[in-house]
């Protein structure tokens, strides 16, 4: 009886709990784009250019990609402090040189890949039925991979074929201003704002250099309430 009673009153505790905050959760998902600075990797690519014997071509040199999202978002019952969000993003880009004539050809490919887990904090300065306007600062983690490939081919046969591989993690920072547009059963909004890899926690790397993930971000997005 008493083993009944307990189970009983911790479902009524998981509801209560459930109704008085779960009811205030979002999910959601959007996409964006980021323009990071990888200053260092850029500077890569001009020493291989310059250190060439022929004139080679600089085809793509880190473009802004599309990058997908995601966040569980908490609307607090403040007016100021208007939510918690934990957030997840991937950014993919590089870069490629090259050179081709009748006798072969010289390639040198970078890549550079990025996970970042961020906590956010966001404050509301202006609010309306329809919509909100927020401040927003996180804190977190970014995680990324940087790898190098440089091959050269003459007359069909593979002469160099060279490829490094590196890892880091830094502690990683974003200030963000936010437009939220609501609906009956969704909002949707659109971000811009700048991140700065502050604090480097680890790096294992081969030979390239340090990496620099600082820039801004643009990003759009859609959330649903989860109950």
Partial sequence: MMKNLIFILFILFIALIQEAIAQHIKVNGG????????????????????????????ISNFPGTISPEAAIVYETPFNTLAKIRLSWSFHSTGSRISYTDYSGKYLFDQTITFTTISTEFGFRIFRSNTYDMHLNASLGILRGKHNSHETLDLYSINYINIENNNSFTYLNGTVTSEFIKHFNDFDCGFRIGYNYAFLELSVERDTAPKPHANGLQLSGFIGFKIF
């Fill in 31 to 58: 996409a964006g784009i980021g323009f990071f600075n990888l200053s260092e990797y850029k500077k890569l690519n001009d020493d291989v250019l310059a250190a060439l014997p022929v004139q080679g071509q600089l």
